[in-house]
Structure formats: C-alpha cells, structure tokens
C-alpha cells in the first residue's frame, strides 16, 4: 500500500509580525495560550465565564490566519446557533473566510457524512430523521409488527423503552446491563425488550428513518467499517475543535477520535464542572479522561473569570468543592466588592413569587433591564406561581426549556405531511397524516399503511403516493371517507415536486390542512394560528424541503410565550428558563427559585453518588450564571396531592453554609402601608429585611 505523507501547514510564532490580530493584547495568558496552541490534541478546562467562546473564537481565527484552509476546520458546538454566532464573530475580528469554516453540531455533522455515504449503510439518500415523539410511534408499529397487542402488565412504556435503547447506544452498553443499573423493575423482561429493540431497528430501515442516536451510531459505524471513508473524511479535517467537550457522549467522543485521525488536531474546550447532561447519556468521564484516550495530550486550563463578583465565586467553589471526581481550578476575578449571595426562606411559592416579582420591579426602576434578569429553576413547574404574578403585574416575559415548537401536535401535524412528502415511506408520518382524515380510525389506517408499505417496497416512493390514490376506493368502506382520503392525497401530490420553494409548500399545506386544523382543535385554534405562522416563516429561511425538514428535527427551536397582555412591546422580556437552557447565558441578577431539597438534586437523582454530583454541578451552572446579584430562593410549605400541605428543606448543596459565603434571608409582610403611586397594592408588598447579619 502506498505510503501516505500529511503535509503541515507552517507555524507561525505567537509573535509573527504577520498576524493581523493581537492575540497576546486581546487574550489573557491562558486564553492566549490555548488559542494559539500548536499541533496536536489539547483539552482546554475552562471554567465558567472564563471566556471560552471568546478562546474558540480567536482560535477559529488564528488557525485560519495561519493558513489552514477554513473548509479544513471543524467546529462542533452544543446548538447550530452557537457556531454560527462564534464564526459570525471570527469573522468580524479577521475576515469573511471564518465563515467558511464547518460548523455545527454533532448531529448535524453526521447527518450531512450519512447522507453523503448512506449507500454503504444500506439507506436510501433521502432518509427520515424522527425526533422522540415520531421514534414512540415507530416503537408502536414494531410492536404491532412482532404481533404483541398484549404487553405484560408491568412494562415499560414506549417512552421508557427509548431511554433504555439511547442509554445502550449512547452508552455502549449491553440491555441487560442498562436494565440491571437503571430499570432492575423490568428486568425479567429482558427478552421481550430485547425483541423489541430488534423489531424498532428492523422498522426505522424498512421505513427509510432514523433517530437522533442513529446519526451519531451509524456515522460512526461508517468511518469504522469502511476505511477508504474514514481516511476521505478525516483527511479533510486538519483540525476539529469541540465545544462543551464535558457533555459528550461515548459515540461522540468516539467520533472526534475519528476526525482527527488524520491528522491528529483536535481542540476540545469544556468544564467538567458544568456537565449536566446526564440523563441524555453524556458522560463528564470523557472530559475527565483526555489524556488517557489521547496520550500526550495538553491540558490548559481558564481561570480567571470575567463575569461575575468574589462573593458569587466564593459560593459557586464552595458548592463544587464537594464534588466528587473534577478538575482543580480555582476561579478567580479582578472585580472588586460585591453583594452577598442571599438564601431567601419564603413562607409558600405565593410569596417567592411576590419577592422575585417586587425585586425585579425594583431593579428595573433601578435601571437594570428586564432581559438582564433571570429566573432559574431545575423544572417548567417551578415556575407557574411566578408566571402567574408576573402576568397579574404585566411585567413581560419569555420561558425556556418548556415545550418547543416542533413538540406542539399542530406544527407536528404539518411536519409529519411534509415528512410524507419527502419519503412516502415514512410510516409514522403517513399514519399520523391519515388519523387527521375525518373517519379514518386505527383500522382503516392500518389496512391504507399496508398498501402504502408493500408500494413503496415494490415500485419506489412515487409508487406509494400512486398506489394509494387508486386503491382509497377499496381500501377504505365508506365513500366520503375515500373522498377525504383522497382530498389528502391530492394535496400531497404537488409537494413531490423538488423545485417548489419551502415556503410555498407549506402554504399549499395549509390550505388543506387548515380545516383539518380547526375541526381538530375546534376548543383552540385561534391560539395555535401563530406557530403555523411560525413554519411558514421558518420554511422561508431554508432552500429546500431537506434542510427544512433537517432543522426541524435537528434544531427545535425554543417555545416562547407572548409578553403578559399590556406588557411594553418594546421592552425585552424577563428571562425564565430551566437550568439546562441557560447553559451559556450570562445576566445581571440571576434568582434562582424553588432551591428545595427534592427539586434541587431532584429526588429521583439520589441513587449513586454520580447523580448527586450532576444535580451539584447544575446548581453549580445556575450560581455562575449571575454577573452581580444572586438569590436563592425556596418556599416552605409546599402541596402534594393526597398528602396535603408539608415542610420542606432548602437544597442540602446550601443549607448549612457559613453565613459569610451565604446570606440568609427571610419575607416579612410590611406593616406600615408604604406611600401611594407604587406599582403594587399595599396590602401585598412583602417588606426584605434580613432576618440576621443584614443591615
Ligand atoms: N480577556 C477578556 N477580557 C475581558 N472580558 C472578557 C475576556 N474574556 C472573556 N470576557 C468576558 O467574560 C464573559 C464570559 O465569557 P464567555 O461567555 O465566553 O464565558 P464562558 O467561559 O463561555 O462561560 P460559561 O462556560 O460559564 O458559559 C463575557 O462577558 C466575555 O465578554
């Protein structure tokens, strides 16, 4: 075999009077260091508001002012927007070229490799991508398909059924094993399980469809298995650069040892303190162990924060300190003074909300931004007190981490017709298309299936649509069913051609399905109208069917909840969000509420000291979000059904800490009526004092 000589592009010194930047000028020492670092693999621990996007950029930057052709770099981030904003702002600092570079996310990256090669994994070009939802309803038809319409009693359902599949895959685990740490409950019923796992592989080929794991497993499989491949790819990647390298899972930490096999660069920039990605199968072991996966690693490490006070620091150290397994660093920062991090008790979740609400409002009078503020919690429940007040105040807000738009039944109606119209057979999206027909029920949609099924098999795509519309009349028992069925069809033939703009198929779409819409919706349609709103303009933004159906499966986008009524429509919102969607964010003031023991760990993460640890680090996540002011905040009572009102327990990760990291608070309503004009009634104006240390 010929022998194969990698050509290195020259390196320049840090110093090169031919550089247009100034790195050392415009990086601290640590950030310099790891954005000008030579060849090789280097882990970067950077640590919360260290300024790691600012090192990536510059790094993007530098790698391709020193003559690395940017189409030979890849920059793998946690969302598409992250890499579009780092290489929109490389591209600021140097020049266009920045926007060459290859960016996106994991799936995304191996979406495009798949449908490239999807010849050698069998796969037809214009395979489906499900997201979870669709991959429960694949996990029903290959149920139906092995026969089982009676399950055991005591089984897992569908959702459950997927985690245990991802958690294997993702995982490189055996089922038995999955079931044996996570699910002991099912594990006598292996077997079946096991069947099950076959039988929804078997169906997502048949059906031309894939899910999220699949991307990463079959991408990987395919460098793996077909070394002309691997050596095609790789040799095209002359760097690869990862971002949140803590939250990698082994299929993706596999794949970046793939990338750089050629050539042997590989930057992953991540700190293993903010790994909270878990139950997806992320694993802060990967981050943890670098060097003993890449021997001669470099480790450099961020440490100086940017972002927030001492105090904030102190309290977010002293909540990592416990941790079990982590890198050492120390955060640390030139800003000077600082309020203490408060713990606020509040007697229910009425009166938390009523302390956020007054605070915020205060702030804002103050001259603090809305947008600059942020309210955090561990789950979308937390909040519905708080979103109640803030809507009584009219003080306008957006929420993150809830539902997102492509989870909403209307936008997946639509999708799953465009689904049909891109791979006709693409089951799922057929079944649920023909359930929206007025009188088709599971078995009038299970017999047109068959057909569709055995059509696209034998004649091809095209033959499913074809096939369909001359067997509705004896397919289907009732003649306005089979004109109904047929009223499908006939708007789904228009969208097969290619050529049409996005857009315009969309709006096709909805010209048949909108009376679908609001016979099915009857109770609340005028509310959903703006989401289909929301396809069409998104359809607009992409060039074609594929990339749009790509995005939506790939991207979901955030579902954000209209301003309360007579909110300013100029003024940015509030933000709310999970903890896990603020990840990356920065704010003024960051209130974190419902910090109870239970919520924060969550009671189901208690089993292993590894889940702890997690539930620690995305407190830690949380507490470093905040440049300036930080509260914490947790109501006393709480309610559960049955049982009725009880006590709680702030979060253990902060009971108990000295009151010099920590300052306890506690709400007492005001007795004297304070004067007239102010935003709230007097009778409900909560006064702050501090119950001790405070002035
Ligand atoms: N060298 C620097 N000088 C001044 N400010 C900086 C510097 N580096 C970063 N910053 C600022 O510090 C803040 C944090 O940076 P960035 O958002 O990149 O942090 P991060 O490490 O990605 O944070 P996290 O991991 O917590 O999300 C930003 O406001 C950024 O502008």
Same mark, same amino acid.
């Given at each position: 075999m010929a022998r194969r000589f990698v050509l290195q592009p020259r390196e320049p010194s840090p110093a090169d009077p031919g550089l247009t930047l100034d790195y050392a000028a415009d990086l601290d020492s640590q950030q310099h260091a790891a954005a000008t670092a030579g060849d090789g693999v280097t882990l970067v621990v950077a640590g919360a508001g260290t300024g790691k996007t600012r090192t990536l950029v510059y790094r993007v930057a530098y790698l391709v002012e020193t003559g690395v052709p940017p189409e030979q770099i890849v920059l793998l981030t946690f969302t598409r927007r992250a890499a579009s904003e780092m290489l929109t702002r490389a591209a600021g600092l140097l020049d266009g070229r920045c926007e060459r570079v290859r960016g996106g996310t994991f799936h995304a990256y191996c979406l495009e490799l798949l449908r490239r090669h999807s010849e050698r994994i069998g796969y037809p070009q214009r395979f489906?991508?499900?997201?979870?939802?669709?991959?429960?309803?694949?996990?029903? +038809?290959?149920?139906t398909r092995l026969g089982l319409d009676r399950l055991p009693k005591r089984f897992p359902k569908k959702r459950t059924l997927l985690a245990m599949f991802s958690a294997a895959t993702n995982r490189g685990l055996e089922l038995d094993e999955v079931l044996a740490e996570e699910y002991p409950q099912y594990a006598e019923h292996l077997d079946l399980i096991e069947r099950l796992r076959g039988a929804y592989a078997e169906t997502k080929r048949r059906t031309g469809v894939m899910d999220f794991d699949d991307l990463l497993a079959l991408a990987l499989e395919l460098l793996r298995e077909n070394p002309d491949v691997r050596r095609q790819v790789a040799g095209r990647i002359r760097h690869v650069l990862v971002d949140e390298y803590q939250d990698v899972n082994l299929l993706q930490a596999d794949l970046v040892e793939q990338f750089q096999s050629v050539h042997g660069n590989a930057?992953?920039?991540?700190?293993?303190?903010?790994?909270?990605?878990?139950?997806?199968?992320?694993?802060?072991?990967h981050i943890l162990e670098v060097q003993k996966r890449y021997n001669g690693a470099r480790v450099l490490k961020l440490e100086?924060?940017?972002?927030?006070?001492?105090?904030? &620091?102190?309290?977010?150290?002293?909540?990592?300190?416990?941790?079990?397994?982590?890198?050492?660093?120390? +955060?640390?920062?030139?800003?000077?003074?600082?309020? &203490?991090?408060? &713990?606020?008790?509040?007697?229910d979740d009425d009166m938390e909300a009523r302390f956020v609400a007054q605070v915020v409002l205060d702030k804002r009078e103050a001259g603090t931004d809305l947008n600059r503020m942020a309210v955090l919690f561990r789950s979308g429940w937390c909040s519905y007190a708080l979103e109640a007040e803030l809507n009584r105040r009219k003080i306008p807000f957006v929420k993150f981490g809830g539902l997102k738009l492509t989870e909403a039944a209307h936008v997946k109606d639509v999708v799953a017709h465009l689904r049909v119209a891109e791979n006709p057979a693409d089951a799922v999206a057929w079944n649920r298309a023909l359930r929206l027909v007025e009188g088709v029920g599971p078995t009038t949609a299970g017999r047109l299936l068959d057909w569709i099924g055995a059509a696209a098999t034998g004649g091809g795509p095209a033959a499913a649509v074809q096939m369909l519309r001359q067997s509705v009349d004896e397919v289907v028992p009732s003649a306005s069913v089979a004109a109904s069925v047929g009223r499908l069809v006939e708007a789904l033939t228009p969208l097969r051609d290619d050529d049409m703009p996005p857009e315009e198929q969309v709006e096709r779409l909805l010209g048949y399905y909108r009376p679908v819409f609001e016979r099915v919706y009857a109770d609340d349609f005028p509310k959903r109208e703006a989401d289909l709103d929301a396809v069409v303009a998104l359809a607009a933004r992409h060039r074609s069917r594929t990339a749009l159906l790509e995005s939506l499966a790939l991207d979901p986008l955030d579902w954000t909840q209209e301003p309360a009524e007579g909110a300013r429509k100029d003024e940015p919102p509030l933000v709310l969000s999970t903890i896990h969607s603020a990840k990356g964010l920065e704010f003024d003031t960051v209130f974190l509420i419902h910090a109870l023991d239970g919520v924060l760990p969550s009671a189901y993460a208690l089993a292993s000291s590894d889940e702890e640890d997690e539930e620690r680090r995305l407190l830690y996540v949380a507490l470093t979000r905040a440049e300036t002011e930080l509260y914490a905040s947790y109501p006393l009572v709480q309610y559960r059904r049955g049982t009725g009102q009880y006590l709680t327990e702030p979060s253990r990760f902060l009971s108990g800490l000295p009151e010099s990291l920590l300052e306890p608070w506690s709400l007492v309503e005001e007795a004297t009526p304070p004067a007239s004009g102010d935003a709230l009634p007097e009778a409900d104006r909560p006064a702050l004092p501090r119950s001790s240390g405070g002035a």
């Open positions: 489906g991508v499900l997201d979870a939802a669709d991959a429960a309803d694949v996990v029903d +038809l290959a149920r930057m992953m920039v991540g700190d293993d303190a903010q790994s909270i990605y878990r139950f997806r199968g992320a694993d802060v072991g100086h924060n940017y972002r927030s006070t001492q105090p904030i &620091l102190d309290l977010a150290n002293r909540v990592l300190d416990e941790a079990v397994e982590k890198y050492d660093k120390r +955060l640390f920062t030139d800003r000077e003074g600082g309020d &203490l991090p408060a &713990l606020v008790a509040a007697p």
